[in-house]
Each structure stands twice: as structure tokens, then as C-alpha cells.
């Protein structure tokens, strides 16, 4: 179960506290209270450090013995989560796997071995607890053979004493490989839409023969459909980008990384994936807008576009939203002035207030806050969706990530920025959860995701055959392009 993690406020206003709490819709009281406005009154237990109750820090041998449980400790969830998502900033998640089942294993030993059957009875529940939170939460660190190699001793280990026990490492693995799976086919199915979409046929290439390509409005001419669908693709996406790739982006280079192999896939392959698809549906924008041949036609694109985009403002859809406020933004799109004088811009405009990058956007923080809002008191599965502009996101953890050390000058590790990581990729996974509740429409999809688009000195040129250059740089640009 993944920890929840929410602000709150002290009563006084003094501010400051972070409340880590159970699971998801968890009625257990807080876990953890972090209060950074309090006077630092820190306490060392071991090699770990507390302030008011918290966990600031610690050495890595500590915090790895903390999430080892034993006959009579289970570690915190909230902990668990954000343990085994940090720590691939310190070390490998196969030594994190070995080292705590190395511990699991000695920890039990005494020499007798009737009372050593006995402790890995009494334990064994609880191992299989901490394993099932990691091989749920965190399915892509055993694409690696040597965490599968660890998770199979482990299951012969627990066999010694817990029949129980066993079978559920037996169900947990075959959830786990089920899970590895569907990401395998997920992949390989992305990596065949792409390659359709790379195929571009001759009608693309020639504006006056574009006629032979079906456009946007004659495969869905209702933006609201339009905007379900798109909303379709990014809940799709979403739900394969494991938690720990926004962390791997900073983490450790594993030697192994680069040999080939199933397991040997990069380690943030969906979290780029899910970028280049932002790319694709900004350029099929773009390409919508500038290839009709008429005027008339290239302004009902962009009105229709701005509809679309409002649609995915209502549902909750930022990513999508964005990326069609940035595919209209592009200087091929943006220079054609008499088009643009044939639109009423009044919708278009209050968007890009909406998403203006100005004061760190905090006219889309807003909206995004209240569409949060929205779907923590949702009576229905549309009103659950939230859609973060993720470049936004990805950018908020890489700045958190870097303006805060990930050691202390004690050379503990700083568990407070840890807790922050945590805090910011939880709400990811709650977003991530909800289920597209609109019909799908696989003409509108396939459309969408295989439809060639135009390249950037492509849009140029369809840019300048709609509307000529304007001035001598422009003018240059087009003789430089043909």
C-alpha cells in the first residue's frame, strides 16, 4: 500500500508540519510529523537521528537495518515507500535486496536449528509483508535477473518454516511476473506505434497532395470526444511509469545497465516515453493547423483545437492541454497572421493565462490544486482525473533533487529530502490509479498515436507555402529549407 502523504498546518499558524499518514484512504492516525519551524531538538539513536519524534537522518547501515523487519518490529509503510524509493540515490536496489536479506536470514541464525525453524516461522509473515510492498510499489527493480535471484532464495528461505508464508511469496511472484509482463508488451507495443508514425507517406510530404491524409476533424469532429480520447492515452501512459524512474533520472549508473538483454532496458524508458508523447501530440497540432491549403480551413483547425483544449482544461487533462497550447505556440503556427485574424482568440487566451509559465506558473498550481481538490471529494470516476502538465512535475523533483544535499556534513543521509521526494512522487501515484472512465474510440486512438506529423523544417515549409515569408529572414529561411 502506498503512503499518502498531505500539508498541514499547525493550528497556531505557525505552519510547517508534513503529515505522513497510512495507505491510501487510511484511517490510521499519522505516521510521521516533520515540524521544521520548531526548535531543533534532535535525539541519536544508534546512527540515526530524530527531531520531534522524526526521522532526519541516519547513516545508510542504520536505514537499512530500520526496514529489516524482525519477530516483534515491522517498519512504518510511509517509511518502507520512501526508503526504497530514495535510497537508489545511495545504492543499487539488487544490494539494497541483498543486504536486507542477508540481515533477514542472520538475524534468525542461533545454531539451533529447531529454534532457527521456529524465529523464520515467527518472521516470515513480515518478511513477506516488506517484500509484497516492494515487488507491488516497485515491480521494475526486478527486471534485474539478480533481484529475481535474491526474491527466489527468499521464497526457498521462508520455506523452511512457513507454509503460509510460501504460498504468498508464490502468488506475489506470479503477480510480479504477470506485472513485468504487461510492461514488456506495453513496450513493445509503443515502440510499433512509433514506428508507424515514422513511416511518412508521399501525401505528407507535399502539401497539395494532403488531401490523401485523413485530418483531425474528419476522424472526430467533437472536441470533447477528442479530449476523452487524448485523455485515454495519458492515463494509459501514465499507469506504466514506475515511481522510481522520476528518482533514477539522478541515481547511481549501473555497470550492467548497458548489456543487452530483456532486463538491461533503460531504467526511465516510460517516463521518456511519456515526454515524447507530449512531443508527438504538440507536432500533431502543428501539423493540423498548417497543412490545409485553404485559409478558412487552417482557421477552423485552430478554433477546433482551442475546443479540445478546453475540454481537457474541464476534465482535469493539464499534459494534454499544454501540449496543444505548445503545438499552437510554435513559430510556424504563430506567424501565420491572417489565419489567425479569421479566429476569436477570447478561449485561447484565458488558457494561456491559465498555463502562463510566469511567478513559476502559479495560475496552472492553482487550477491544479482545485482539480486535486475536485477529486479527493469526487462522487464520480471523471471527476477522480488529474493529469499533471508532467515536464512541470518531472522539473519540480529534479530541482528538489538538486537544491537540497542528499548528504549531511556528518555523512548521514538527509532523510527530510527524502520525505519531500516521497510527498511529491506519492501524489503521482494517486493520479496514476484512476481508471479512464470514457468509452474508447479505436479509430480516434489510432489516429492519434500512429497519424504522421510533419518535422520542425517541415512545419516551416507548409508555414511559408500558406503564408509567404514576411521579411528577409524568413525568406532566407524557406530558400535554405527547399
Not at 512504518?76 to 539494497?96: C, I, N, W
Not at 467533437?222 to 487524448?230: G, H, M, R
Not at 529534479?398 to 529530502?417: D, M, P, Q, V, W
Amino acid at each position: 500500500m502506498v503512503p499518502r502523504i498531505a500539508d498541514r498546518t499547525d493550528n497556531d499558524g505557525s505552519g510547517g508540519e508534513v503529515v505522513l499518514s497510512g495507505g491510501l484512504g487510511s484511517t490510521e492516525p499519522p505516521l510521521i510529523l516533520l515540524s521544521p519551524s520548531s526548535p531543533l531538538k534532535a535525539a541519536l539513536y544508534g546512527e540515526m537521528c530524530y527531531h520531534d519524534n522524526s526521522l532526519v537522518s541516519g547513516s545508510l547501515e542504520a536505514l537499512i537495518q530500520h526496514l529489516v523487519p524482525t519477530v516483534d518490529y515491522y517498519p512504518d509503510r510511509s517509511y518502507v515507500f520512501t526508503f526504497l524509493l530514495s535510497s537508489r540515490l545511495f545504492l543499487h536496489p539488487y544490494e539494497l535486496m541483498s543486504r536486507v536479506c542477508h540481515l533477514c536470514v542472520e538475524q534468525q541464525r542461533s545454531g539451533d536449528p529447531l529454534l532457527d525453524k521456529i524465529r523464520v516461522c515467527e518472521v516470515a509473515p513480515k518478511l513477506v509483508q516488506l517484500l509484497t510492498e516492494w515487488t507491488e510499489t516497485f515491480p521494475y527493480d526486478f527486471r534485474d535477473e539478480r533481484m529475481m535471484r535474491c526474491l527466489k532464495d527468499m521464497t526457498h528461505h521462508v520455506a523452511r518454516g512457513d507454509e503460509y508464508s510460501w504460498r504468498a511469496m508464490q502468488q506475489m511472484t506470479q503477480r510480479l511476473i504477470k506485472r513485468l509482463s504487461a510492461l514488456g508488451q506495453y513496450e513493445e507495443a509503443v515502440a510499433a506505434l512509433s514506428a508507424v508514425a515514422l513511416e511518412r507517406p508521399a501525401s505528407l510530404k507535399n502539401k497539395l497532395t494532403s488531401a490523401q491524409r485523413a485530418d483531425a476533424m474528419s476522424v472526430c469532429d467533437d472536441p470533447f470526444v477528442l479530449a476523452q480520447q487524448l485523455t485515454h492515452i495519458e492515463l494509459d501512459r501514465l499507469s506504466f511509469i514506475g515511481p522510481e524512474e522520476f528518482i533514477q533520472t539522478f541515481a547511481l549508473k549501473d555497470p550492467l545497465e548497458n548489456h543487452k538483454g530483456f532486463f538491461r532496458k533503460r531504467k526511465t524508458s516510460n517516463l521518456e516515453a511519456y515526454v515524447n508523447w507530449f512531443n508527438r501530440l504538440s507536432y500533431l497540432v502543428a501539423t493540423e493547423i498548417c497543412l490545409p491549403v485553404k485559409k478558412k480551413h487552417r482557421a477552423r483547425a485552430i478554433e477546433f483545437f482551442i475546443d479540445v483544449a478546453q475540454e481537457c482544461f474541464n476534465i482535469g487533462n493539464f499534459n494534454s492541454l499544454m501540449a496543444i497550447i505548445t503545438g499552437m505556440n510554435m513559430s510556424p503556427v504563430s506567424r501565420l497572421k491572417k489565419t489567425w485574424s479569421k479566429v476569436n482568440t477570447d478561449k485561447f487566451d484565458i488558457l494561456e493565462h491559465q498555463m502562463d509559465p510566469s511567478s513559476n506558473f502559479s495560475n496552472y498550481r492553482t487550477a491544479l490544486r482545485g482539480a486535486t481538490q475536485r477529486s479527493e471529494t469526487a462522487h464520480s470516476s471523471q471527476e477522480r482525473i488529474v493529469i499533471p502538465f508532467f515536464s512541470l512535475l518531472i522539473k519540480d523533483i529534479y530541482f528538489l533533487n538538486e537544491g537540497c544535499a542528499s548528504r549531511l556534513t556528518t555523512g548521514h543521509i538527509n532523510f527530510e529530502k527524502l520525505w519531500e521526494l516521497a510527498k511529491q512522487v506519492s501524489e503521482f501515484l494517486v493520479w496514476r490509479q484512476v481508471v479512464c472512465p470514457f468509452q474508447r474510440d479505436r479509430r480516434i486512438l489510432q489516429f492519434l498515436v500512429t497519424s504522421p506529423v510533419f518535422n520542425e523544417d517541415e512545419l516551416h515549409l507548409a508555414s511559408y507555402e500558406s503564408e509567404g515569408p514576411e521579411n528577409h529572414m524568413e525568406k532566407d529561411s524557406r530558400r535554405s529549407l527547399r
